[in-house]
């Protein structure tokens, strides 16, 4: 699986949107980028994934650049609750997914 | 619906014991994974089963670890003479597919102190 890189911490405004970043250079054509978060004493939540094209739900959207170097997580109005671990994953099929440490990200009022 | 369960919550172990750590998967979910939680960092896959087959076991630490999944449905991670470097959350994730767009449904995991 492709090593990704985020930043180690970023502050947000609360009902702003929070945009967190992660570089995948070494990304493959058929590997997907997973964003999962995790708040304190808890397991990692799902929260989106992609292969080529931006993607949305009701939690948050994800922009990959065209040459999928790289991607955004954007939580487009993030509230207190929204303060967590931040983890950006790129894996290629169900097995190994390698997590890294993370953005955390706190939302503040 | 159910979620992925685990348990114990919290297990104190001595240096030396052998611990084992139960994992209840979403029903019908084929593939199971194991990851290992230090203090302030990111999980850390240990292993993951498709069914009853152990498929990877490349992050397992050593060979005092071992983990089955007999039936292919609740999954068992065993520690063998525990270590204090063995603290830590253990983590198990559960996945409906065998593909990879394929999100993982994880449970609270279990904290091992290991005195």
């Known amino acids: 699986d492709a090593k990704t890189t985020q930043p180690p911490s970023m502050d947000c405004a609360e009902g702003r949107a929070a945009n967190l970043p992660c570089n995948h250079s070494?990304?493959?054509?058929?590997?997907?980028v997973y964003w999962y978060r995790q708040i304190h004493s808890q397991g990692p939540q799902y929260i989106i994934h992609g292969l080529k094209n931006n993607e949305t739900n009701e939690m948050a959207s994800l922009i990959i650049t065209e040459d999928r170097k790289s991607s955004t997580l954007i939580l487009p109005h993030a509230t207190l609750r929204d303060t967590a671990v931040y983890y950006c994953?790129?894996?290629?099929?169900?097995?190994?997914?390698?997590f890294g440490d993370g953005t955390t990200l706190t939302v503040k009022p | 619906g159910a979620g992925v369960s685990q348990s114990p919550r919290y297990k104190v172990a001595k240096r030396g014991q052998d611990v084992a750590l139960r994992c209840d998967p979403i029903?019908?979910?084929?593939?199971l994974f194991w990851y290992q939680q230090a203090l302030g960092q990111g999980p850390e896959f240990l292993t993951y089963?498709?069914?009853?087959?152990?498929?990877?076991k490349s992050g397992l630490p050593s060979d005092r670890f071992f983990a089955e999944r007999p039936e292919g449905s609740v999954s068992t991670l065993k520690i063998q003479r525990t270590q204090q470097e063995d603290s830590a959350v253990y983590l198990c994730?559960?996945?409906?597919?065998?593909?990879?767009?394929?999100?993982?449904?994880f449970g609270p995991g279990t904290r091992l102190t290991v005195l």
């Open positions: 994730a559960s996945s409906p597919l065998d593909r990879g767009d394929n999100e993982q449904f």
């Open positions: 089963f498709q069914n009853e087959a152990q498929l990877d």
């Open positions: 029903s019908g979910h084929v593939s």
């Open positions: 994953i790129v894996s290629l099929n169900a097995g190994k997914s390698t």
């Open positions: 070494t990304i493959s054509g058929n590997e997907y």
